[in-house]
Protein backbone atom coordinates (compact mmCIF):
# COMPACT_ATOMS: atom_id res chain seq x y z
CA UNK A 1 0.00 0.00 0.00
CA UNK A 2 1.80 3.74 -1.27
CA UNK A 3 1.42 6.52 1.02
CA UNK A 4 -0.60 8.64 -1.46
CA UNK A 5 -2.88 5.82 -2.21
CA UNK A 6 -3.43 5.39 1.52
CA UNK A 7 -4.20 9.25 1.87
CA UNK A 8 -6.64 8.82 -0.74
CA UNK A 9 -8.52 6.44 0.78
CA UNK A 10 -8.68 8.39 4.04
CA UNK A 11 -9.98 11.48 2.60
CA UNK A 12 -12.01 9.23 0.67
CA UNK A 13 -14.01 7.56 3.81
CA UNK A 14 -14.30 10.36 5.86
CA UNK A 15 -17.48 12.13 6.68
CA UNK A 16 -16.07 15.10 7.52
CA UNK A 17 -12.65 16.83 6.91
CA UNK A 18 -9.27 15.80 8.03
CA UNK A 19 -6.27 17.64 9.12
CA UNK A 20 -3.00 16.14 8.22
CA UNK A 21 -1.87 15.42 11.41
CA UNK A 22 -5.16 13.39 11.91
CA UNK A 23 -4.60 11.95 8.58
CA UNK A 24 -0.85 11.00 10.04
CA UNK A 25 -2.47 9.25 13.06
CA UNK A 26 -4.91 7.57 11.75
CA UNK A 27 -2.66 6.26 8.97
CA UNK A 28 0.40 5.50 10.53
CA UNK A 29 2.36 8.07 7.97
CA UNK A 30 4.75 10.81 8.72
CA UNK A 31 2.68 14.22 8.68
CA UNK A 32 5.02 15.38 6.00
CA UNK A 33 4.73 12.66 3.65
CA UNK A 34 0.90 12.99 4.34
CA UNK A 35 1.10 16.75 3.49
CA UNK A 36 3.05 15.58 0.18
CA UNK A 37 0.23 13.23 -0.69
CA UNK A 38 -2.64 15.90 -0.47
CA UNK A 39 -0.67 18.02 -2.52
CA UNK A 40 0.29 15.95 -5.42
CA UNK A 41 -3.74 14.43 -5.20
CA UNK A 42 -4.82 18.25 -5.17
CA UNK A 43 -2.75 18.68 -8.22
CA UNK A 44 -3.82 15.53 -10.01
CA UNK A 45 -7.72 15.61 -9.39
CA UNK A 46 -7.05 19.54 -10.82
CA UNK A 47 -5.07 18.31 -13.16
CA UNK A 48 -7.48 15.82 -15.01
CA UNK A 49 -10.22 18.20 -14.40
CA UNK A 50 -11.70 16.13 -12.16
CA UNK A 51 -15.59 16.04 -10.50
CA UNK A 52 -13.83 15.34 -7.11
CA UNK A 53 -11.81 17.46 -5.43
CA UNK A 54 -9.75 17.68 -2.15
CA UNK A 55 -11.01 20.81 -0.91
CA UNK A 56 -8.74 22.69 1.82
CA UNK A 57 -11.21 24.47 4.33
CA UNK A 58 -8.90 26.13 6.79
CA UNK A 59 -6.41 23.92 7.70
CA UNK A 60 -7.94 20.80 7.18
CA UNK A 61 -8.97 18.66 3.86
CA UNK A 62 -12.16 17.26 2.61
CA UNK A 63 -12.64 15.01 -0.50
CA UNK A 64 -16.11 16.08 -2.58
CA UNK A 65 -17.89 16.91 -5.08
CA UNK A 66 -17.22 20.03 -7.32
CA UNK A 67 -20.48 22.66 -6.93
CA UNK A 68 -20.43 22.55 -10.91
CA UNK A 69 -21.01 18.84 -10.96
CA UNK A 70 -23.62 19.04 -8.22
CA UNK A 71 -26.69 18.78 -10.25
CA UNK A 72 -25.84 15.64 -12.16
CA UNK A 73 -26.18 13.61 -8.63
CA UNK A 74 -29.66 14.73 -7.99
CA UNK A 75 -30.79 11.83 -9.82
CA UNK A 76 -28.83 9.20 -7.78
CA UNK A 77 -27.92 10.98 -4.07
CA UNK A 78 -30.22 10.08 -1.56
CA UNK A 79 -31.94 13.96 -0.38
CA UNK A 80 -30.89 14.24 3.63
CA UNK A 81 -33.25 17.46 3.47
CA UNK A 82 -36.94 17.51 2.38
CA UNK A 83 -37.78 20.03 -0.20
CA UNK A 84 -39.42 22.50 2.71
CA UNK A 85 -36.65 22.01 5.28
CA UNK A 86 -34.26 23.28 2.24
CA UNK A 87 -36.04 26.02 1.20
CA UNK A 88 -36.27 27.35 5.37
CA UNK A 89 -32.64 26.61 4.68
CA UNK A 90 -31.88 28.84 1.57
CA UNK A 91 -34.34 31.55 3.22
CA UNK A 92 -32.17 31.55 6.44
CA UNK A 93 -29.27 31.44 4.06
CA UNK A 94 -29.92 34.39 1.72
CA UNK A 95 -31.91 36.52 4.50
CA UNK A 96 -29.50 35.97 7.41
CA UNK A 97 -29.10 37.04 10.27
CA UNK A 98 -32.68 36.71 10.63
CA UNK A 99 -35.03 36.48 13.06
CA UNK A 100 -37.27 33.54 13.91
CA UNK A 101 -40.20 35.27 14.29
CA UNK A 102 -39.73 37.15 10.53
CA UNK A 103 -39.09 33.77 9.23
CA UNK A 104 -42.84 32.55 10.60
CA UNK A 105 -44.31 34.79 8.75
CA UNK A 106 -42.63 34.15 5.72
CA UNK A 107 -42.50 30.01 5.76
CA UNK A 108 -45.19 29.47 8.12
CA UNK A 109 -45.33 27.50 11.38
CA UNK A 110 -43.66 24.27 10.39
CA UNK A 111 -40.52 27.03 10.69
CA UNK A 112 -40.01 25.50 14.79
CA UNK A 113 -39.60 22.15 13.28
CA UNK A 114 -37.50 22.77 10.19
CA UNK A 115 -35.09 25.13 12.33
CA UNK A 116 -35.14 22.50 15.19
CA UNK A 117 -33.56 20.23 12.04
CA UNK A 118 -30.94 22.80 10.96
CA UNK A 119 -29.72 23.15 13.88
CA UNK A 120 -29.27 19.74 14.81
CA UNK A 121 -27.48 18.95 11.79
CA UNK A 122 -25.15 22.00 12.48
CA UNK A 123 -26.43 23.98 9.47
CA UNK A 124 -28.06 26.87 11.23
CA UNK A 125 -26.86 28.48 14.51
CA UNK A 126 -29.75 30.27 16.79
CA UNK A 127 -29.10 33.11 19.13
CA UNK A 128 -31.06 34.51 21.79
CA UNK A 129 -32.42 38.19 20.16
CA UNK A 130 -35.42 39.31 22.86
CA UNK A 131 -38.44 36.62 22.49
CA UNK A 132 -36.77 34.95 19.48
CA UNK A 133 -34.36 33.58 18.04
CA UNK A 134 -31.49 35.15 15.64
CA UNK A 135 -30.76 32.40 12.87
CA UNK A 136 -27.35 32.45 11.09
CA UNK A 137 -25.79 29.53 8.77
CA UNK A 138 -22.52 28.06 9.73
CA UNK A 139 -19.01 26.72 8.61
CA UNK A 140 -20.48 23.39 7.93
CA UNK A 141 -23.52 24.70 5.62
CA UNK A 142 -20.82 26.48 3.24
CA UNK A 143 -18.73 23.31 3.52
CA UNK A 144 -21.68 21.06 2.94
CA UNK A 145 -22.77 22.63 0.14
CA UNK A 146 -19.11 23.75 -1.30
CA UNK A 147 -19.90 27.56 -1.43
CA UNK A 148 -16.27 28.20 -0.10
CA UNK A 149 -17.02 31.15 1.54
CA UNK A 150 -19.10 31.99 5.00
CA UNK A 151 -18.98 35.83 4.31
CA UNK A 152 -23.21 36.66 3.28
CA UNK A 153 -22.41 38.04 0.57
CA UNK A 154 -20.58 35.45 -1.03
CA UNK A 155 -24.00 33.15 0.06
CA UNK A 156 -26.27 35.25 -1.48
CA UNK A 157 -24.63 34.99 -4.86
CA UNK A 158 -24.03 31.14 -4.44
CA UNK A 159 -27.53 30.89 -3.86
CA UNK A 160 -28.57 33.20 -6.41
CA UNK A 161 -26.85 31.03 -8.95
CA UNK A 162 -28.99 28.49 -7.99
CA UNK A 163 -32.27 29.99 -8.39
CA UNK A 164 -33.88 31.92 -10.51
CA UNK A 165 -36.75 32.55 -7.71
CA UNK A 166 -34.82 34.96 -5.43
Not at 102 to 107: A, D, G, I, S
Not at 156 to 165: D, E, G, L, V
Amino acid sequence: MDSKGAVEAALYSASDKLSLSEIAEKTGIPVEEVRTAVMDLRREYEERDSAIQIAKIGTEYRMMLRPEYSECTGNFAKAELSGGVLRTLTTIAYYQPVMQAELLKLRGPRVYDDVHTLVEMDFVSKKRAGNTWELTTTKKFAEYFGIGSTKIKDIQAWIKSKSTNL
